[in-house]
């Protein structure tokens, strides 16, 4: 089951593992603050849930509440482990700066090793029961063609994990694709198979719906308490895409999302000003040392930085600016062309700063300048837009905001090099523009902290 907060849907299980899991570590962090700290309440309590805060934001940080999670046991560990000693390093870091809540090295030693243990046994032994059928909307699709089809192509584990499929009741005029052991032939009306087999929702799947719509059908569902959901709906919920192949203009005319009002704008510029002045003076170092790292491979004459046109909010074409990864003469011949895996054109400093990302820090002055967002789609070049622009329906549509130095499709989908590639992006860039949020943005920021330190996606 999913849920929506803040215009952007989470599933309620993983939802629940993280109060669950926020409770325990602040109950680590309570025990230990207790057994060998002050006796003072007032002082525990606060030491306890900045402590716990700041372990929880790590775990975000880590993807340990990412539907795409897929490790094992060993990588779970893993992760529980960095979550703990970076939260535990940022709350004490944090705590120390009020003197009269600083905890000390053995405080610190016993909340760590708490706190590992009671995540590692909460999240192995008790994770699994989180996402039983209990917690699983019971689905009823109506329709049994084409469209009813894409349903059973979510076979992964996570884009199944907030929905079970009761069957699919065909319409009387369409083909049938799906298979005959899924579908629901009793005799009766829709609202009393739905009643029969308990359903929460109804989802609205028919090739098409200008013949023999079940107006009055679904209206005894909806009077009876059951939901009644598009098709296009249902998938941008349980995959976090906008499918383009059931997308149409009324949909997004109709739906919520697609916000752009005053509010939303002067909180995504303050949010993208304050995150790129912070990490303009945490990245200097960086900075320079990569300024070294490309003089000393290419010579004190090569350039450091090199700027490209992009194609930014409402079509507007701008330059991007970056540290050069690439040998000088890549694009000799004047044409444009993706970058490959294992591209012979980066140098053995660009392949490791592309890696890291730290290619990407120069964008934090297109940040400043307004011309870029800190999250949103990645812009590309103009002539790769009129290419897809021309082949791709509602490619403009992601336009519609600034683009971005990290982003949603970013984070869902590997580095891109092909027509295709660009049309499973858009998908997840469509779902950014309709559900756009400063709570969204927060999210996908330090759920980019995972990418960089696994290197996904870079080539």
Known sequence: MRIRVFGHYFQLGILLLWLLESAVIFGSSWLAFHLLGSEEPAIVWFQSIVLAGCVMIAAIAM???SRRLRDQTTGIVLRILVSVAAGGFLGGLLLYVSPDHRPTLAEVGAF?????????????????????????????????????????????????????????????????????DRLLLAEGSLSSIAGE??????VIAMDDRRQQFPLKELLDCR????????????????????????????WMIFSQGFRRDMLRRYSERAFDVAASV?????????????????????GFGAPILYGQPRVGYAGRVFRVLKFRSMRVDAEKDGRARWATTNDDRVTRVGRFIRKVRIDELPQLFNVLGGRMSFVGPRPERPEFVQQLSESIPYYDLRHSVKPGITGWAQLC???????????????????????????????????????????????
């Open 197 to 202: 087999q308990a359903v929460d929702e109804i």
């Open 63 to 65: 993807g340990l509440f």
């Open 278 to 298: 912070t990490l303009l003076v945490a990245s200097l170092p960086v900075m320079a040392l990569t300024v070294l790292a490309i003089k000393l491979e290419e």
């Open 223 to 250: 009077l009876n308490g059951i939901e009644i959901i598009e098709l296009a709906t249902f998938l941008e919920r349980e995959t976090g895409k906008v499918y383009l192949d059931v997308l149409i203009p009324s």
């Open 112 to 180: 760590l090793a708490i706190g590992l243990l009671s995540l590692t046994v909460v999240r192995v032994v008790g994770a699994g029961f989180i996402d039983e059928d209990i917690l699983k909307r019971r689905v009823l699709v109506y329709g049994a063609g084409n469209n009813a089809a894409r349903i059973l192509q979510l076979r992964r584990r996570v884009d199944q994990r907030g929905f079970k499929v009761i069957g699919f009741v065909p319409s009387r005029i369409e083909e049938r694709v799906v298979p005959q």
């Open 413 to 459: 989908y590997p580095y891109g090099a092909s027509e295709q590639d660009a049309i499973e992006k858009l998908q997840y860039d469509l779902y950014y523009v309709k559900n756009h949020g400063l709570i969204f943005d927060l999210l996908i920021l330090l759920q980019t902290v995972e990418v960089i330190l696994f290197g996904k996606g870079a080539r």
